[in-house]
T-cell receptor
Framework: EAQVTQNPRYLITVTGKKLTVTCSQN?????MSWYRQDPGLGLRQIYY???????DKGDVPEGYKVSRKEKRNFPLILESPSPNQTSLYFC???????????FGPGTRLTVL | AQTVTQSQPEMSVQEAETVTLSCTYD???????LFWYKQPPSRQMILVIR??????QNATENRFSVNFQKAAKSFSLKISDSQLGDAAMYFC???????????FGAGTRLTVKP
């Protein structure tokens, strides 16, 4: 089954404690992306990657890092989380032939 | 930068009736893609329909269709024969064909009344 997985699904942490949210897809897609969703703002793109070792900033990259060492994985790293990064995070990958985005189930992050 | 605007924070429709959700966007690009996504209470994002800007024909997927007006930069979603399972947040989205920049609207919450 084609899917995008994210872990953890829920995370409560404290300010300044480094964390990583993993994202993995089994569709061999080159393009992957991270979004955050906040009430009244829709989804905003944090970072995206067009291929291995190629990453670009999206609309709201401040406070986040990503890496793309292999095609299937695209982890999101928060080096020093702050309360304003409390949000719902989605990872997605794109099927190029149809331009369809496959979203992961989301990660609910709370930073105290 | 491109922007996507959904002017209806909430909409409601009677079961079996038709409802139209509005979306406008702003861009200087000529080649792009437009999408409608559905987000049910499970929070998963589900692709409803997709439209390529270079295609004049409006996309249709079963009970879902769009009215794409390129000159007016409008991309509305029509849901026919509404069902209880259609209740969700709906997001309009724009993707650049040049740099793959993705923009979403703020969403419209659709309620379906039995």
């Amino acid at each position: 089954e084609a899917q995008v997985t994210q872990n953890p699904r829920y995370l409560i942490t404290v300010t300044g404690k480094k964390l990583t949210v993993t994202c993995s897809q089994n569709m061999n897609h080159e393009y992957m992306s991270w979004y955050r969703q906040d009430p009244g703002l829709g989804l905003r793109q944090i970072y995206y990657s067009m291929n291995v070792e190629v990453t670009d900033k999206g609309d709201v990259p401040e406070g986040y890092k990503v890496s793309r060492k292999e095609k299937r994985n695209f982890p999101l790293i928060l080096e020093s989380p702050s309360p304003n990064q409390t949000s719902l995070y989605f990872c997605a990958s794109i099927q190029p032939s149809t331009d369809t985005q496959y979203f992961g189930p989301g990660t609910r992050l709370t930073v105290l | 930068a491109q922007t996507v605007t959904q002017s209806q924070p909430e909409m409601s429709v009677q079961e079996a009736e038709t409802v139209t959700l509005s979306c406008t966007y702003d861009t200087s690009e000529s080649d792009y893609y437009l999408f409608w996504y559905k987000q049910p209470p499970s929070r998963q994002m589900i692709l409803v329909i997709r439209q390529e800007a270079y295609k004049q024909q409006n996309a249709t997927e079963n009970r879902f269709s769009v009215n794409f007006q390129k000159a007016a930069k409008s991309f509305s979603l029509k849901i026919s024969d509404s069902q209880l399972g259609d209740a969700a947040m709906y997001f309009c989205a724009y993707r650049s064909a040049i740099n793959n920049d993705m923009r979403f609207g703020a969403g419209t919450r659709l309620t379906v009344k039995p």
